[in-house]
């Protein structure tokens, strides 16, 4: 295909704007470098993308779901944005060995990594040439920053089409720690011949591990590169061709000569044609010649069967002014195997909702595919990439409409996710699905049935999988002693099972009573997980170490039984109803943040010198924060405590055991907001085991907006009165 190509290199490229840098998924440092390949894509190593991600430099596994935050640099101005993996080379040993490098390794093979960008791309820039590394050849590398004043110059000493190692010149800079995955940059050729992957360094001091001081007999500014050769053939054979050219239609392709006679009867005028193929190119990442010429249909027909987003991209262009055409188009693509549901643009946007969505959510989605599409093959892969990828070949769904257009099985997947989203992301979702449905030419009615499928799924989900919850009301009645009342909530509302609510019991009993409950009903309905126990209490209760009730060994239940700590088996978490509805004006904040509890927004005081006023601004300030976590010394978290709960925030997590920076807290601010409870009660059970390691005594506020406290039951006379 002559007229679409893959390569657009220019041998005036400038080689600092080719320089890519790769920062941290946290932050904004830089961790290394990359190189564009294409208009859309870099390359850098592997390593450097595990470094970025936080993970050990020579990880072998695929970070499909993970993106990776990358830095263009143009000729006047940085852009940031994220970039995705689309082809991976993990590093590995070079004899061959199992494994992967290790200390004692100075060479390995792979450790190459492609990204896609996502959001921006790099077609402003000229792209370099590439050729082949060889001995002698002046090179340049550069920092990962890109600074001007960062270059490094090196000459190759071998390279044997596997590993070139360059020595550096005596003076100006060094190759170090950040140039890992830049260009070697051919100063004569003006090309890149390969990246930079490794640095030989001084020998360290065997006992203190430092460096020895710097001897005449010592390897100075020695590093090596992968050579263009190697990276050529490692990506091709990791199925990366399409990097290099454009690719072939099959002949044999059914849908080819339809589609050719479809591009000459739609797009007779070369001038319309024309505009058409450069924006397809332009979605697509195909460059396409600037001489006003215009691609014969036989062209045009190629990419559309060979690239697998180019008839989308097309139909999505050509919806609006060329409506005729739409279904004879995707009709011959219908009898391709090659082109896929999704145009670039729809792709990238689901991939960043699907991003947006809580992981917890995101964890589920096999589940949704199986619940949307029970019919359905099994899904291969485990990553969200590879299930969407298997998604776009499916199918519509078995029911159709008079006119036998179908729902794709991709778009009732995700109605089935959205039915399970917070609002917000829900909206944004089902907004993505009637645009596709729009472009397709669905009727709007066979989607909003569909999205009435996963509305009722998703509450029979709902009531099928919350777990039961117990509720208990606990009152003290003396030093140890306690009155209980206790409901149980199945998912058909609260029922009261106490039949004793004025007799005092010890916290060892009243930990037997609701061990009894709380064991009952797991045991009834194990698959929706442990019972929650929500303990009812004033706002002096809040720090009653009920969770801790039961025993710690044997001698507390007999020589034959097993402890039974309360909050070690069984999520436990409190709520105060007296400070719940002091404010009542504070609700609608309160189902508010509710709504949004899946944005696992955090707020954390941590400052004991912040008193009411300050907590009271700071919570009015960020409406939108659905948990607080509170840290600070004994004197002043009780006032916070309380002032986030009287203010309606749902979840409010403190340590009541830790006068200083908690453990516990650290630990569980990490966890999803709506696994916090589980989190909480796995925390309690290992610090029951190595309380060294787990020293904190965590506890958890929950109000729950979709479920009422039983507070008229609250308010019944007790039996006895």
Same mark, same amino acid.
């Given at each position: 295909?002559?007229?679409?190509?893959?390569?657009?290199?220019?041998?005036?490229?400038?080689?600092?704007?080719?320089?890519?840098?790769?920062?941290?998924?946290?932050?904004?440092?830089?961790?290394?470098?990359?190189?564009?390949?294409?208009?859309?894509?870099?390359?850098?190593?592997?390593?450097?993308?595990?470094?970025?991600?936080?993970?050990?430099?020579?990880?072998?596994?695929?970070?499909?779901?993970?993106?990776?935050?990358?830095?263009? &640099?143009?000729?006047?101005?940085?852009?940031?944005?994220?970039?995705?993996?689309? +082809?991976?080379?993990?590093?590995?040993?070079?004899?061959?060995?199992?494994?992967?490098?290790?200390?004692?390794?100075?060479?390995?093979?792979?450790?190459?990594?492609?990204?896609?960008?996502?959001?921006?791309?790099?077609?402003?820039?000229?792209?370099?040439?590439?050729?082949?590394?060889?001995?002698?050849?002046?090179?340049?590398?550069?920092?990962?920053?890109?600074?001007? &004043?960062?270059? $490094?110059?090196?000459?190759?000493?071998?390279? =044997?089409?596997? #590993?070139?190692?360059?020595?550096?010149?005596?003076?100006?800079?060094?190759?170090?720690?950040?140039?890992?995955?830049?260009?070697?940059?051919?100063?004569?050729?003006?090309?890149?011949?390969?990246?930079? @992957?490794?640095?030989?360094?001084?020998?360290?001091?065997?006992?203190?591990?430092?460096?020895?001081?710097?001897?005449?007999? +010592?390897?100075?500014?020695?590093?090596?590169?992968?050579?263009?050769?190697?990276?050529?053939?490692?990506?091709?054979?990791?199925?990366?061709?399409?990097?290099?050219?454009?690719?072939?239609?099959?002949?044999?392709?059914?849908?080819?000569?339809?589609? !050719?006679?479809?591009?000459?009867? &739609?797009?007779?005028?070369? #001038?319309?044609?024309?505009?058409?193929?450069?924006?397809?190119?332009?979605?697509?990442?195909?460059?396409?010649?600037?001489?006003?010429?215009?691609?014969?249909?036989?062209?045009?027909?190629?990419?559309?069967?060979?690239?697998?987003?180019?008839?989308?991209?097309?139909?999505?262009?050509?919806?609006?002014?060329?409506?005729?055409?739409?279904?004879?188009?995707?009709?011959?693509?219908?009898?391709?195997?090659?082109?896929?549901?999704?145009?670039?643009?729809?792709?990238?946007?689901?991939?960043?909702?699907?991003? $947006?969505?809580?992981?917890?959510?995101?964890?589920?989605?096999?589940?949704?595919?199986?619940?949307?599409?029970?019919?359905?093959? @099994?899904?291969?892969?485990?990553?969200?990439?590879?299930?969407?990828?298997?998604?776009?070949?499916?199918?519509?769904?078995?029911?159709?409409?008079?006119?036998?257009?179908?729902?794709?099985?991709?778009?009732?997947?995700?109605?089935?996710? $959205?039915?399970?989203?917070?609002?917000?992301?829900?909206?944004?979702?089902?907004?993505?699905?009637?645009? #596709? !449905?729009?472009?397709?030419?669905?009727?709007?009615?066979?989607?909003?049935?569909?999205?009435?499928?996963?509305?009722?799924?998703?509450?029979?989900?709902?009531?099928?999988?919350?777990?039961?919850? !117990?509720?208990?009301?606990?009152?003290?009645?003396?030093?140890?002693?306690?009155?209980?009342?206790?409901?149980?909530?199945?998912?058909?509302?609260?029922?009261?099972?106490?039949?004793?609510?004025?007799?005092?019991?010890?916290?060892?009993?009243?930990?037997?009573?609701?061990?009894?409950?709380?064991?009952?009903?797991?045991?009834?309905?194990?698959?929706?997980?442990?019972?929650?126990?929500?303990?009812?209490?004033?706002?002096?209760?809040?720090?009653?170490?009920?969770?801790?009730?039961?025993?710690?060994?044997?001698?507390?239940?007999?020589?034959?039984?097993?402890?039974? !700590?309360?909050?070690?088996?069984?999520?436990?978490?409190?709520?105060?109803?007296?400070?719940? +509805?002091?404010?009542?004006?504070?609700?609608?904040?309160?189902?508010?943040?509710?709504?949004?509890?899946?944005?696992?927004?955090?707020?954390?005081?941590?400052?004991?010198?912040?008193?009411?006023?300050?907590?009271?601004?700071?919570?009015?300030?960020?409406?939108?924060?659905?948990?607080?976590?509170?840290?600070?010394?004994?004197?002043?978290? =009780?006032?916070?405590?309380?002032?986030?709960?009287?203010?309606?925030?749902? #979840?409010?997590?403190?340590?009541?055991?830790?006068?200083?920076?908690?453990?516990?807290?650290?630990?569980?601010?990490?966890?999803?907001?709506?696994?916090?409870?589980?989190?909480?009660?796995?925390?309690?059970?290992?610090?029951?085991?190595?309380?060294?390691?787990?020293?904190?005594?965590?506890?958890?506020?929950?109000?729950?907006?979709?479920?009422?406290?039983?507070?008229?039951?609250?308010?019944?006379?007790?039996?006895?009165?």
């Amino acid at each position: 295909m002559g007229w679409f190509s893959r390569s657009d290199r220019s041998a005036a490229a400038d080689p600092r704007h080719c320089v890519v840098s790769v920062l941290e998924s946290s932050g904004s440092a830089s961790v290394g470098a990359g190189v564009l390949l294409t208009r859309d894509h870099l390359l850098t190593c592997a390593h450097v993308v595990n470094d970025a991600l936080g993970r050990g430099p020579f990880d072998p596994r695929r970070p499909a779901e993970r993106t990776v935050p990358v830095a263009l &640099h143009g000729p006047a101005t940085t852009v940031r944005c994220e970039a995705r993996i689309a +082809h991976w080379v993990p590093p590995r040993r070079r004899d061959g060995s199992p494994g992967s490098p290790g200390d004692e390794d100075h060479e390995w093979l792979g450790d190459l990594a492609v990204l896609r960008l996502e959001t921006v791309s790099g077609r402003n820039v000229a792209l370099p040439q590439w050729l082949p590394m060889t001995v002698g050849q002046s090179l340049r590398a550069w920092h990962s920053t890109g600074l001007s &004043h960062s270059f $490094a110059d090196v000459r190759v000493k071998t390279c =044997d089409e596997t #590993v070139g190692y360059v020595d550096g010149d005596a003076t100006g800079m060094a190759i170090g720690p950040s140039y890992s995955g830049g260009p070697l940059w051919s100063v004569g050729d003006n090309a890149v011949v390969g990246i930079v @992957a490794g640095h030989v360094m001084p020998p360290n001091d065997p006992h203190s591990g430092r460096p020895l001081p710097h001897s005449s007999q +010592h390897i100075a500014r020695r590093s090596w590169g992968i050579p263009w050769q190697r990276i050529e053939a490692e990506l091709r054979a990791a199925g990366g061709a399409e990097l290099f050219e454009a690719p072939e239609p099959d002949p044999d392709d059914p849908a080819y000569d339809l589609m !050719v006679d479809l591009v000459d009867q &739609h797009l007779p005028m070369s #001038v319309r044609r024309i505009e058409y193929a450069q924006a397809v190119a332009d979605q697509c990442g195909y460059n396409c010649p600037d001489d006003r010429s215009a691609p014969t249909p036989e062209e045009f027909a190629a990419l559309l069967l060979s690239e697998p987003r180019a008839l989308a991209a097309l139909v999505e262009l050509m919806r609006r002014r060329e409506p005729t055409a739409v279904p004879h188009l995707l009709a011959a693509g219908r009898l391709s195997a090659v082109p896929r549901l999704l145009s670039p643009r729809e792709h990238r946007k689901l991939m960043r909702q699907l991003d $947006a969505l809580p992981a917890t959510l995101r964890a589920r989605l096999p589940e949704v595919v199986r619940a949307a599409l029970p019919l359905a093959a @099994a899904v291969p892969g485990e990553s969200t990439k590879a299930v969407l990828d298997h998604l776009e070949c499916l199918p519509g769904d078995s029911r159709t409409d008079a006119d036998g257009l179908r729902v794709p099985g991709l778009l009732r997947v995700v109605e089935y996710l $959205a039915a399970l989203a917070p609002p917000a992301l829900q909206g944004s979702l089902r907004l993505w699905t009637m645009s #596709v !449905v729009d472009r397709l030419g669905i009727p709007a009615t066979s989607l909003v049935e569909r999205r009435t499928d996963a509305e009722e799924w998703a509450r029979a989900e709902q009531e099928r999988t919350a777990p039961a919850r !117990v509720t208990a009301q606990v009152e003290r009645a003396g030093a140890d002693s306690y009155r209980l009342r206790v409901w149980c909530d199945q998912g058909d509302g609260p029922r009261q099972t106490s039949v004793d609510a004025e007799t005092p019991r010890s916290g060892a009993a009243a930990a037997r009573e609701l061990l009894d409950v709380l064991d009952a009903l797991y045991r009834a309905a194990p698959d929706r997980g442990r019972p929650v126990l929500e303990l009812v209490v004033d706002r002096d209760g809040l720090n009653l170490p009920a969770d801790e009730w039961g025993g710690a060994g044997p001698c507390a239940f007999g020589a034959d039984e097993l402890p039974g !700590v309360l909050g070690a088996e069984f999520p436990v978490v409190v709520t105060c109803p007296e400070l719940l +509805h002091r404010h009542e004006r504070f609700h609608p904040d309160w189902r508010h943040r509710w709504r949004l509890l899946d944005s696992d927004a955090l707020l954390t005081f941590d400052d004991p010198t912040q008193g009411r006023g300050e907590v009271y601004g700071a919570v009015l300030a960020d409406k939108d924060a659905v948990r607080v976590a509170v840290d600070v010394p004994f004197r002043s978290r =009780d006032e916070i405590v309380q002032t986030c709960l009287m203010m309606g925030v749902p #979840v409010v997590m403190w340590d009541r055991g830790r006068p200083d920076r908690s453990h516990a807290l650290a630990r569980l601010s990490t966890v999803p907001v709506r696994a916090l409870p589980e989190g909480t009660r796995a925390y309690r059970a290992m610090s029951l085991g190595s309380p060294s390691q787990y020293p904190g005594r965590p506890v958890l506020a929950w109000s729950d907006a979709d479920r009422s406290v039983p507070r008229l039951q609250l308010a019944e006379p007790r039996e006895n009165s």
